[in-house]
Every structure is written in structure tokens, then in C-alpha cells.
């Protein structure tokens, strides 16, 4: 038997739906928005440079563990090693990313985001979807999307990780600190970001005031609850926001790294 849109209680029309706006338009947006993230994530994961300029790291290769790190960048050693696959050196940024993109593709707000933009189901309120039936995601590959909790673990390391890799940004390219650059404030900007984009997610409200019978026992957790509640309501917000900081991070590094800008020290 049909189900969802498709099922015997919708209304008796063809037309896939009655609205008169641009419902098309955000889900166009969101689908553009990802595709280019993707495609430039992928080619600096595997440009495997340009991703160092001391003392600023680019977050999409930190930590950097290999010994095919570029000197200087290891602040953590180098416990993978060299590691090659058909004689061709994998990229660094590749035993990393797949941790803060695990987050992300199975990021609930994200989940709603490509799942109505990528597989239209459903594309916007009110607009049919052109699938047969809903599954959701209760079976194999989708079912791995309960993993969201341990990518989110994952990524508060990450977090922190950051957070030092901004603070080292307070040295100069001779190590001396007390100096502050716009390498300094873009390297704080990501780190905040990403901090509120993962304080603001259901999966952190759930852990600080999930599975409690009441709240009057726990005041500490209730008072982190309420704030992080409070963030919850803007993590869409924070989702985007921080996707494109995260990025933006990235190339202002590589256009330093490259030598095409400099990095500016007011001090």
C-alpha cells in the first residue's frame, strides 16, 4: 500500500502542489551551497599544501599527524606515520576531515537540509515528494545516521584542538608571543564558531539534560540545559554560519601559505 504523500487520505489532485512561490528556490540554494563545499574541501584534502604558514594552520589539516606534515605543522607529533595506498602518500587532511564531516553530514538540521534538497523528500511543506514510499532511517546506509553522537564527541576534541591552534596564532612567525595578526582573529572566529554551531546541537542539549526524571535534583545540568537550549534555537544559523567560516579559514591560510597575501600584524 502506498504510503505518505501517496497514500489514499491525500487530497485527490495531479498537481504536485498548489503553491504560487518560489518554493524551489532554497533547496536550489542549499544544493549549490554544499556541492561547492564539497568540491573545495576535496581538492585541499588532496592539494596535500599550502595549508601551513607559521604559525597559522589550516583547521582542515589540524591536528596534523603524519610525518608528510610540512615542518612545523605537527604541534601534537606524528603517530600515523607516512601512510600510502598504491604507492601514492595519502593526504593528512584525510585521517581529519572525516571526523568534522561525519559530524556534519549526520547533523540533524543538516539531515533535513539534503534530504529535502538532495532527495526531495520532501523538497518544501506542501510539495509532493516523488518517492513511493518512506523508509526513513531504519535500514542500512541511513540507519549509520545514529552515529551522530560519537562524530559529535569527536568533534569536541576537535573543538579544543582548534581553540589551541588559535591561541598559538598569537605568536609571530619567530615564535615570540604577544602578537596579534588577522590570521589571529580569523583562527578565533572558526574556533568560536564551531564551538557555538556544536553547543547549539540536539545532541549536546540531550546530553546535558537527557534522560533525567526530573530537574529539581540537578540544578547545575538544568542551568546548562537552559542555555544550551537557548543556542538551539540558532543552530541552523551556526550550522551555516560556521560551514562557511570553517572554509573561508582555510583559504585566507592558503593565500598566505602561498605568499599571494600577507598576514597583516597590528602588533
Given at each position: 500500500?502506498?504510503?505518505?504523500?501517496?497514500?489514499?487520505?491525500?487530497?485527490?489532485?495531479?498537481?504536485?502542489?498548489l503553491r504560487?512561490?518560489?518554493?524551489?528556490?532554497?533547496?536550489?540554494?542549499?544544493?549549490?551551497?554544499?556541492?561547492?563545499?564539497?568540491?573545495?574541501?576535496?581538492?585541499?584534502?588532496?592539494?596535500?599544501?599550502?595549508?601551513?604558514?607559521?604559525?597559522?594552520?589550516?583547521?582542515?589539516?589540524s591536528p596534523?599527524?603524519?610525518?608528510?606534515?610540512?615542518?612545523?605543522?605537527?604541534?601534537?607529533?606524528?603517530?600515523?606515520?607516512?601512510?600510502?595506498?598504491?604507492?601514492?602518500?595519502?593526504?593528512?587532511?584525510?585521517?581529519?576531515?572525516?571526523?568534522p564531516l561525519?559530524?556534519?553530514?549526520?547533523?540533524?538540521?543538516?539531515?533535513?537540509?539534503?534530504?529535502?534538497?538532495?532527495?526531495?523528500?520532501?523538497?518544501?511543506?506542501?510539495?509532493?515528494?516523488?518517492?513511493?514510499?518512506?523508509?526513513?532511517?531504519?535500514?542500512?546506509?541511513?540507519?549509520?545516521?545514529?552515529?551522530?553522537?560519537?562524530?559529535?564527541?569527536?568533534?569536541?576534541?576537535?573543538?579544543?584542538?582548534?581553540?589551541?591552534?588559535?591561541?598559538?596564532?598569537?605568536?609571530?612567525?619567530?615564535?615570540?608571543?604577544?602578537?596579534?595578526?588577522?590570521?589571529?582573529?580569523?583562527?578565533?572566529?572558526?574556533?568560536?564558531?564551531?564551538?557555538?554551531?556544536?553547543?547549539?546541537?540536539?545532541?549536546?542539549?540531550?546530553?546535558?539534560?537527557?534522560?533525567?526524571?526530573?530537574?529539581?535534583?540537578?540544578?547545575?545540568?538544568?542551568?546548562?540545559?537552559?542555555?544550551?537550549?537557548?543556542?538551539?534555537?540558532?543552530?541552523?544559523?551556526?550550522?551555516?554560519?560556521?560551514?562557511?567560516?570553517?572554509?573561508?579559514?582555510?583559504?585566507?591560510?592558503?593565500?598566505?601559505?602561498?605568499?599571494?597575501?600577507?598576514?597583516?600584524?597590528?602588533?
Open positions: 500500500m502506498a504510503t505518505g504523500v501517496f497514500s489514499t487520505t491525500r487530497a485527490a489532485i495531479k498537481e504536485r502542489t504560487t512561490d518560489r518554493w524551489w528556490l532554497q533547496p536550489l540554494i542549499i544544493v549549490a551551497v554544499l556541492i561547492s563545499f564539497i568540491i573545495y574541501a576535496t581538492f585541499r584534502a588532496f592539494e596535500n599544501r599550502y595549508y601551513f604558514a607559521e604559525p597559522l594552520i589550516s583547521p582542515f589539516y596534523c599527524l603524519s610525518t608528510a606534515c610540512v615542518e612545523g605543522a605537527a604541534h601534537f607529533g606524528t603517530p600515523i606515520g607516512a601512510v600510502t595506498i598504491f604507492g601514492l602518500l595519502i593526504s593528512p587532511s584525510l585521517f581529519i576531515l572525516i571526523f561525519g559530524f556534519r553530514l549526520t547533523c540533524y538540521y543538516y539531515r533535513k537540509s539534503y534530504y529535502r534538497s538532495f532527495w526531495m523528500s520532501p523538497p518544501a511543506c506542501a510539495v509532493a515528494e516523488p518517492h513511493s514510499k518512506y523508509t526513513g532511517e531504519t535500514r542500512a546506509p541511513l540507519i549509520l545516521q545514529n552515529g551522530h553522537r560519537w562524530f559529535f564527541y569527536a568533534g569536541l576534541v576537535l573543538n579544543v584542538i582548534l581553540t589551541y591552534d588559535a591561541i598559538i596564532a598569537f605568536k609571530n612567525p619567530e615564535g615570540e608571543w604577544g602578537h596579534m595578526s588577522v590570521g589571529t582573529l580569523v583562527l578565533l572566529l572558526n574556533a568560536a564558531m564551531l564551538w557555538l554551531y556544536s553547543a547549539s546541537c540536539h545532541t549536546c542539549r540531550h546530553t546535558i539534560g537527557g534522560r533525567l526524571k526530573n530537574f529539581s535534583k540537578h540544578p547545575i545540568r538544568y542551568k546548562l540545559w537552559s542555555w544550551v537550549s537557548v543556542l538551539n534555537h540558532s543552530h541552523p544559523t551556526y550550522a551555516w554560519i560556521s560551514l562557511f567560516v570553517v572554509a573561508f579559514t582555510d583559504f585566507y591560510i592558503r593565500l598566505v601559505a602561498t605568499g599571494t597575501i600577507t598576514n597583516f600584524y597590528f602588533f
